[in-house]
């Protein structure tokens, strides 16, 4: 089933990209930041907007033991987790607002859940699908509840090995996801292009039989361009207004003009992915009249034989095709024929 479809709009490699906005912390915890970006992934270019609905007590617990810390090789390092979803998290009072607005911009908009409790919450709110984060791909509870709304899902692969991508994927269809797509996924922020493998796009679609997508934490837009390439229907974006403002996603997050060239950079790849064609388009059916043909470019007396001196392949395609060169080279003119005439049967003795 390599097509899925959220609010009458077909996910798959046959359709146009879908692109998401992550606004994720990109709000600084202001309303008006938030709609803003949901203005400026309108005018972008976006397709949907997506959120994060969790609370800091949802997600861990306040601890400043050492296990709660997060470590050196992050952007994180030195807060502990609560700390970085209290900064981080979305107000959950704002969805609705924010829904509105995207929808009258013609977008979508949805979240990622991180308990049950969100969903419940998401529920109320007729979300046309959700999401889940590479990390909660281990959370087999969270992905019942999700599956148990029959929702479409879209779950990223980030650091999940095929066994555990295929526990997900078996746990979600077992519990009531009729409609899935998974997103390939490096969790590292940023992520450098040459960590994104982006060949592991094709292989999940075949070994899970789904629509498959990138999200995408590279500041380089050819990544998302070549993961279009390799069959991606989805792209997923964190977007900010300003990456020199200090927050929890804006290193690796685009700005609006980026974002707004990498879409364009991405409808550009899938429109000209088209189909496998052989027969001459439209267009180039006027430039076929360029191409080579057998031309007399001497004068040639009736009776005289071609020669490879006298007769040649050349531009543009009035005479008769090439392949014949050696078949009328020998043979003698049936006229008087001047130099730069295409030549033709009816000219040959």
Known sequence: MQSIV????????????????????????????????????????????????????????????????????????????????????????????????????????????FDPTAVDYLEKLDMPAYKIASFEVVDLPLLKAIAQTGRPVIMSTGMASLSEIDEAVTTLRNHGTKQLALLKCTSAYPSLPGDMNLRTIPHLAQAFDVPVGLSDHTMDVAVPVAAVALGACIIEKHLTMDRSVPGPDSQFSLEPAEFKAMVAAVRTTSEALGRVQYDVSEKEQASRVFRRSLFVVEDIQAGQPFTARNVRSIRPGHGLHPRYLDVVIGKTAATNIQAGTPLSWELVG
């Not at 810390?69 to 924010?98: D, H, S, V």
Request: hydrophobic share 40%; glycine share 6%.
């Open 6 to 113: 959220i609010a009458n709009r077909t996910l798959s490699s046959q359709h146009p990209v879908y692109v998401i906005a992550e606004l994720s912390a990109n709000h600084g915890h202001k309303l008006d930041e938030a709609l803003k970006l949901v203005h400026a992934a309108h005018a972008a270019g976006a397709d949907a907007i997506k959120l994060q609905t969790y609370l800091p007590g949802t997600m861990t617990i306040n601890s400043n033991k050492p296990w709660f810390q997060i470590g050196k090789g992050t952007i994180w390092e030195g807060k502990n987790l609560y700390q970085l979803y209290e900064e981080a998290y979305t107000p959950w009072e704002w969805t609705q607002e924010i829904m509105s607005l995207a929808s009258s911009l013609g977008m979508h908009c949805f979240s990622t859940p």
